[in-house]
C-alpha cells in the first residue's frame, strides 16, 4: 500500500491516487515508521528523514514535493520583532527539512537562533513560547492569509540564496522491495494530479479552513514531478546532514 503526506500539499495527489488503488495517508513521521515497519510498500516522508536512513530506504525518483521558489507554507513569523541576532524560534513538529533549510538561511544571514522544540502546531501556540516560531503545512497556509507578521518564507529563501528548488518530502520504499506496479500507479497518479485541483481547492478550504483564493494560487507553486534539478537539491542537503550523522 502506498501512504502519501496528509497535509494540504498533497491533496491533487491524494485525489488522483484514490481515484485508482487503495491507499494511506499520515503525517511524514508517521509513514516512515510504516515503511521501514513493513507497513507500507511505498510512502512520501520528509527529505531529510530520507536521508537519516538511506542504509534502509530506497529513493524512488517520483512524486515528491518542491516548489522552484516560493512555498507560502514554510514560514518563520513573528509576534511583532523583525530579525535579530539574539532570536528564539518555536519549531514545530514535522519540521524536519524546513528546519535544516530554516537553519541554512539564517547562518547566510549571519544568525544563529535558540531554538525551542514544542509539541504545538499552531502559530499562536508557538508564539506563547518564543518570540517567533517556526511554521509550516496547512497551519502556515492559514497563518498567511491573515494579516499578522511573517518574517522569511523559508522556501522562497532557499531558492534566493542557494539557487536550489526546495525540495520538502520524497518517495520511498524499502531496500530490496520496490512494488514496480505501485511505482507506476503512482507515477500515473502525478501526470492526472492536475485534473483534480478544482476538487483539491474545494476539499481542503472545507476541510481545512484555507481561503480558496490562496489555495489556487499555492497549488500552481506546488510541483510533484521529478526532475534534475531536484538532484541538486538532493546532493545539497545531504552534504548539509553529514556532519549530524556522525
Known amino acids: 500500500m502506498i501512504s502519501l503526506i496528509d497535509f494540504t500539499h498533497s491533496f491533487p495527489l491524494i485525489e488522483a491516487l484514490s481515484s485508482q488503488t487503495e491507499m494511506a495517508r499520515g503525517s511524514p513521521s508517521h509513514n516512515l515508521k510504516g515503511i ?3 507497513d507500507y510498500s511505498l510512502a512520501m516522508v520528509s527529505l531529510v528523514s530520507y536521508l537519516e536512513n538511506m542504509d534502509d530506504l530506497e529513493l524512488i525518483k517520483g512524486a515528491n514535493i518542491h516548489t522552484r521558489s516560493q512555498t507560502l507554507s ?3 513569523v513573528s509576534r ?3 530579525l535579530r541576532n539574539d532570536m528564539e524560534v518555536a519549531v514545530t513538529a514535522h519540521t524536519r527539512t524546513t528546519e535544516l533549510y530554516m537553519d541554512l538561511v539564517l547562518s547566510r544571514m549571519g544568525i544563529g537562533p535558540k531554538k525551542i522544540y514544542s ?3 499552531e502559530a ?7 518570540e517567533y516560531a517556526l511554521v509550516i503545512g496547512d ?3 492559514r497563518y ?8 522569511l518564507d523559508i522556501g522562497y529563501e532557499v531558492s534566493h540564496f542557494f539557487k536550489l528548488y526546495p525540495l520538502y518530502a520524497v518517495t520511498v520504499a524499502r531496500k530490496g522491495s520496490v512494488d514496480m506496479e505501485e511505482v507506476e500507479i503512482l507515477a500515473r497518479s502525478v501526470a492526472m494530479s492536475h485534473d ?10 472545507m476541510e481545512r479552513g484555507i481561503s480558496s483564493n490562496l489555495l489556487a494560487y499555492y497549488y500552481d507553486l506546488i510541483s510533484y514531478e521529478y526532475s534534475q534539478n531536484l538532484d541538486r537539491t538532493l546532493d545539497f542537503v545531504k552534504y548539509m546532514i553529514e556532519p549530524l550523522k556522525q
Do not use: C, M, P, W
Open 144 to 151: 498567511f492569509h491573515g494579516n499578522r507578521k511573517i518574517i
Open 119 to 121: 509539541k504545538a502546531t
Open 139 to 141: 497551519e502556515a497556509l
Open 80 to 82: 511583532e520583532n523583525d
Open 74 to 76: 514554510t514560514l518563520l
Open 196 to 205: 483534480y485541483v478544482a476538487e483539491s481547492i474545494r476539499k481542503a478550504s
Open 36 to 38: 521501514l515497519n513493513g
Open 124 to 130: 499562536e501556540e508557538l508564539l506563547e513560547e518564543a
